[in-house]
Structure formats: C-alpha cells, structure tokens
C-alpha cells in the first residue's frame, strides 16, 4: 500500500512557472510507474505526464510537452511536476497516481491506477 500526497500548488499568472511534489509513503521500488493527472469541474481526469517504470521512459500530452517536466528524488521518495510556461487552460485540480502492474499501454488511462494522492488546486489567471 502506497500514500500519495501532492503540494505546491498555487495561484499563478500567465507565464510563470510551479512545482508541484508528490511524496510517497514508501520507497517508490523500481518498476512503480508515477503519473500526474488533472481536472476541472464537469470534465474527465486528464492525463498529463508519467514516468513508466523508470525515470528514463517519460511521456507527455501534447498540450504540456515542451513546458512540464517530470522528474524523481530516489533519496526522499518524491516526484515532481516540473511546470513553466503556464497558461489559464493548465488551471484545474492536479493528481499523481501510481501503480506497480501498469502496463504501456493504459499508461494515459486513469482507472489503471490503484493509488491516488487527494489532489493540488492550480490556478493560472491574470
């Protein structure tokens, strides 16, 4: 059994940047995939980063590549969402799920994942 647990999130303006972590209870062993999700009110958990397996194999949506970064600390069991560039349409409630049986191709699928931290509010306005 995992804990997940998000922070860092935030109000911001167009075009800053935030990092949000989230700590896991336990050592993340190898081969536990890490994912963040987000949503708004009234619209499905969105899949917008995840390291699979491994802190080498990293995938994106398209509508964060080039501005978010995913990334790990081993030594205190910590991923982060590493968030530049930010725009109003990246405001929602942000997630990180994980899972140590994912495989590939649900990696975007939000009920593939057993864990689930309670969620960071980011807020991007002007």
């Known amino acids: 059994q995992v804990t997940l647990v998000e922070s860092g999130g935030g109000l911001v303006q167009p075009g800053d940047s935030l990092r949000l972590s989230c700590a896991a209870s336990?050592?993340?062993?190898?081969?536990?995939?890490i994912a963040w999700f987000r949503q708004t009110p009234g619209k499905e958990r969105e899949f917008v980063a995840a390291?699979?397996?491994?802190?080498?194999?990293?995938y994106y949506s398209d509508s964060v590549k080039g501005r978010f970064a995913i990334s790990r600390d081993n030594a205190i069991n910590t991923v982060y969402l590493q968030m530049n560039g930010l725009k109003p349409e990246d405001t929602a409630v942000y997630y990180c799920?994980?899972?140590?049986?994912?495989?590939?191709?649900?990696?975007?699928?939000?009920?593939?994942?057993?864990?689930w931290g309670q969620g960071t509010q980011v807020t991007v306005s002007s």
């Open positions: 336990s050592r993340i062993s190898s081969g536990f995939t």
């Open positions: 390291m699979f397996r491994s802190a080498s194999n990293l």
């Open positions: 799920a994980g899972s140590s049986s994912i495989i590939l191709s649900s990696l975007r699928r939000p009920n593939a994942y057993a864990y």
